[in-house]
């Protein structure tokens, strides 16, 4: 627990001495806020009410959430792998469950913030109309699960190469295809076969929660999701061992 | 009493490549034992094995009486290293780096910063301790390098060719750094550089294509491996009949005339059995006919010979 922390504190610092962690946090929340803007000022969105507003508001948000993690998480192996680092933190007491886990909390710590940051947009919200609030915190519940997903994701693939962009591309790429399988779940003929994309979307369990839906289903999904990639990636950083 | 590191019948494959072969060898408390080896001879396997970075094949270790392979968590506690590249957080400053090492190599919190201002007193890093690792050169990477090392105060040392890539005067400090560190803590040094070894170490470890050739203490190899003695003498005066009398001094094996102009003064190296100092006798013999003596001296062979007739004995071997 001790060295899982002092692995976090280093990552989250080192997120901040170079101007990527800045310029992450900063992207996602001037995109976030340029979008909730556009919807705001659009009479027709308007019409639609606060509740679809922050629905339709969270799910672009998504694809931002895409395009930003690979970004964070690109660098957390790969880089240390490429430097040589590795070798170090590899010889130290640790066990390579505490390395993988404190990385991978120092990066959802850093989605944490730009999350908190992003919470102004239903304040505002709240200040000219009167939104359900239950309904927007299930909401970034959702939000906040599916970018954990995203992140251990992130942490996998960087895990399996030397290089940053590879590890970057790589995370995109997989995730993108698990999002798209949504997509062939609602051109689906077949129910079951309509049933079994709908499964493989990582973005089908977000969706209930923006409808102010907690199922322990979906929660147990993302949880499971997030324990699956992080047990890859420690068995990918011990691989070197079996070569 | 153990040994402090004990290595048993190491081998290690990459593929069908076998990178070391039965590699065994023991190392006392105490010890500086340098590794010696010409590149690819399998010393940073050897020591990536020891640290638990990689596991062997087959054989066994132990480390400071943890079982390397059975207790990986045990043993990297009683090991500080320093990989060859040095490889640091160059984004981290060299009070926070530390620090951070100190803190994931389990020193309790409150000796932390005893632990650390000693290391960074006794690499000689107190005026550089908030600049950016980034920054710094080579030499004073190197003493990071070792800095993190030592944090936790480790039994063993474990350096990879701790002096490579430096000026001379940067080798000259680590080197003199490195000594400082023996007495009570073991030190394994990894390197190529042959004087290296007969200045810090008192235990060398000479290994090629995988496999110990030699082990022992480099006053000892060097004493083992000279079979005779050498004196080189350099006499104004005939040649020819200087190289007769020369040959009938009792003891003699060999005469070997260096220089073949009849001019200038003569050259000869002279070979004798091990047991018998030639050298007055020569002297003697060379006043008693009337030349000049110019220059006698016996010529010790160095360590580098001695690498070269080890690493080089099976080519030597085979008829032409």
């Not at chain 1, 240390?80 to 990066?107: F, H, N, Q, W």
């Not at chain 2, 006392?28 to 010393?43: C, Q, R, S, Y």
């Not at chain 2, 006043?287 to 016996?298: A, I, P, T």
Request: net charge positive; charged share 20%.
């Amino acid at each position: 627990m001790k060295n899982t922390f002092a692995i976090f504190m280093k990552e989250l610092k080192s997120y901040f001495v170079s101007p990527m962690g800045y310029f992450v946090v900063a992207a996602f929340f001037c995109l976030n806020s340029l979008m909730f803007y556009i919807f705001m000022s659009e009479p027709e969105w308007r019409a639609m009410g606060s509740m679809r507003l922050m629905r339709a508001l969270l799910t672009n948000e998504c694809f931002i959430l895409l395009l930003v993690v690979p970004a964070m998480t690109m660098r957390l192996f790969a880089e240390e792998k490429k430097s040589g680092t590795i070798e170090l933190l590899m010889t130290c007491p640790l066990r390579d469950s505490e390395v993988v886990l404190g990385k991978y909390l120092a990066a959802l710590s850093l989605f944490a913030m730009m999350l908190l940051l992003c919470l102004i947009h239903p304040f505002i919200l709240s200040r000219v109309s009167d939104p359900h609030w239950p309904t927007i915190l299930s909401g970034y519940l959702g939000f906040f699960l599916l970018g954990s997903a995203f992140i251990s994701m992130g942490t996998f693939t960087s895990s399996l190469t030397r290089s940053q962009l590879i590890a970057a591309l790589f995370c995109f790429g997989i995730l993108l295809v698990l999002w798209i399988v949504g997509w062939i779940a609602n051109l689906a003929q077949q129910p079951q076969i309509k049933e079994v994309f709908k499964g493989l979307s990582v973005l089908s369990p977000f969706e209930s929660f923006t409808k102010g839906i907690i199922s322990l289903e979906n929660i147990l999904y993302y949880i499971s999701f997030v324990f699956y990639c992080l047990y890859l990636t420690v068995k990918s950083v011990q691989a070197k061992k079996w070569r | 009493m153990r040994s402090l590191i004990e290595v048993e019948h190491l081998t290690k494959f990459y593929g069908a490549f076998p990178a070391i072969q039965d590699i065994s060898f023991r190392v006392e408390k105490g010890d500086i034992m340098g590794f010696l080896g010409p590149n690819a001879a399998g010393k940073t396997t050897t020591m990536r094995i020891l640290t638990c970075f990689m596991p062997a094949t087959s054989g066994n270790a132990r480390v400071a009486g943890c079982d390397i392979f059975s207790d990986p968590l045990e043993t990297r506690r009683h090991i500080g290293y320093l990989p060859e590249s040095v490889p640091l957080y160059t984004d981290m400053s060299v009070f926070s780096y530390l620090k951070f090492m100190a803190c994931v190599k389990g020193v309790p919190r409150k000796q932390r910063n005893g632990r650390i201002a000693s290391v960074i007193d006794s690499c000689g890093l107190s005026e550089r301790s908030s600049d950016l690792i980034g920054h710094l050169s080579k030499g004073y990477r190197q003493r990071v390098g070792i800095a993190q090392a030592l944090v936790h105060d480790p039994d063993v040392l474990i350096l990879d060719e701790p002096t490579v890539g430096l000026d001379p005067k940067q080798i000259n400090e680590i080197r003199g750094l490195i000594k400082g560190l023996g007495g009570n803590r073991t030190i394994v040094l990894s390197t190529h550089i042959l004087p290296e070894v007969a200045m810090i170490c008192n235990k060398v470890v000479i290994i090629d294509e995988g496999k110990v050739i030699a082990m022992d203490s480099p006053e000892n190899l060097t004493q083992q491996l000279m079979q005779s003695r050498r004196v080189r003498i350099i006499v104004r005066g005939p040649s020819i009949l200087i190289e007769e009398r020369l040959k009938d001094i009792p003891g003699i094996k060999r005469v070997e005339r260096k220089n073949p102009s009849e001019d200038a003064p003569c050259v000869f190296e002279l070979e004798s059995n091990l047991e018998i100092d030639i050298r007055s006798s020569a002297a003697a013999q060379i006043v008693k006919n009337g030349w000049e003596l110019l220059e006698l001296r016996s010529i010790s062979m160095s360590l580098e010979d001695i690498f070269l007739k080890l690493t080089t004995k099976e080519k030597e071997a085979i008829p032409l």
